[in-house]
């Protein structure tokens, strides 16, 4: 497979001073929503800032936070809903909500240090939704500060195969609640593969054109709902998502697989026309709202792929659009499964895996930009900290002097990044003077050096890595 390596391996020598900020700490054993460092990645209704409430899946939330312990605060509108906790990367730990406000422990016994956690929405608006109502950590506790996003997201819009309905499910089960999960949707393992920031808009019954009976309140397609927060709710003022700030790189529209359902084929050149025009008109919505993106318009892989009318309006409308000058967009189509029924664990994994592939074989500049020309990609400095659009901006070293007349070396720490420091006399040979460690501290990590009155100079460089 053709992933992006998470190994990443720079060095800083010793520089010039640089500036550290610090970290918001909190004093109390609770921590609200509205803490800087609580990250909130997906759509949000944030009308009450003290219950931000998820509707769509995939919506999730991140943080470091300091102890032993950790609990999350959920407040469930029907009790049909699930979220998987996840705890310094570890095994999810599976979320299964009542109705109203809960507190559920998601981590205990760990050593006193700093720990990654996030809890994510898996299944669909269509089961349920939840608001979130903060932390609870050890007493004197909080959140540590978070570490960079990712320097690329990549943004999904889909109908239920997107969403991950019946991704768990056994033999004869599909749409109970328990048997949905978009964390383990192809979307989501793409994301994951790539490195990549991941935002999906997808619902189960979705359609371009040709809809099952609304479960909103409004006709079920796509183009009533892309923008919404709350899909119940018609996309207009407060409710309308904001794409200010929505710095999409990859598209992936997966749809029409409802239409085939509802409006079998053949087709008259009436009902053709239609329904390539109303794709084509979702198609430029998106265009609007991602004028930079590249979009890959997929289908499949349930039996839609297997019908070349429904391929045939896909690709019609993309070469329409290439020949009036959109030059990001093509297409997709994942193998069929041929199974009757939604892709399970397994095929959305070779989904995923083969949207990465290629994604990374389309795109390699999208993974290699570097927006200030200082040699080093977005995606290396969005992982180690550094502002990509700072030319200034660079991992380094600085060595001080204490009190005693020793020296303290110091460099810029990100949570979740291991660190190593290494000496040498003549900047040829490098021996390990501290082996690779999680940075314990952050925005800023130190070490005392010895002072070795055996050489008349010594060197010393970090080196930081993702794993």
Known sequence: MNFLPRKLNYFSSLGAALLVCVASKVSADIVAPNDPNIRYVGRFDQTDPAAPRMYWSGAHIQGWFEGTSLSVTLDCATGNDYFY???NDGVPQKLNLGQGVQTLPVAAGLADAVHKVEIFKITSFYNDNTAFRGFVTDAGKGMALLPPEPALTIQFYGDSITDGHGVEAPPGGNAEPEYFNNYLAYGAVASRNLGMRYMCT???????KHPWPTL????????????????????VGANLWSYANDRADIVVVNLFQNDSWVKPTPHDAATAN??????????????????NAEIICALGSMDIVNNPVWNG???????????????KIKTLVFPFINAGRHPIVAEQQAMGDQLSNFISATYPDLFTRDS?????????????GTDPNDPNSIFKA???????????LSWPAVHGLSYQVERSSDLITWTVHRPWALAASAPEETLILPVDASSAKVFYRVKAATE
């Open 372 to 384: 200030d020309g200082d040699s080093i990609s977005d995606v290396r400095e969005a992982q180690i």
């Open 398 to 408: 600085v060595l001080s002097e204490d009190a005693n007349g020793g020296f303290i």
């Open 216 to 235: 909103t309140n409004r006709p079920y397609t796509m183009d009533l709902h892309y923008n919404a927060i709350n899909p119940y709710v018609d996309p």
């Open 274 to 291: 239609g329904i390539r025009a109303s794709y084509k008109s979702l198609i430029q919505s998106f265009r609007a709202v991602h004028p």
């Open 202 to 208: 997808a619902g189960t019954g979705l359609a371009v």
């Open 85 to 87: 906790a996840i705890v």
């Open 313 to 327: 309006y896909v690709n019609t409308v993309v070469q329409e659009l290439e020949d009036e000058g959109d030059d």
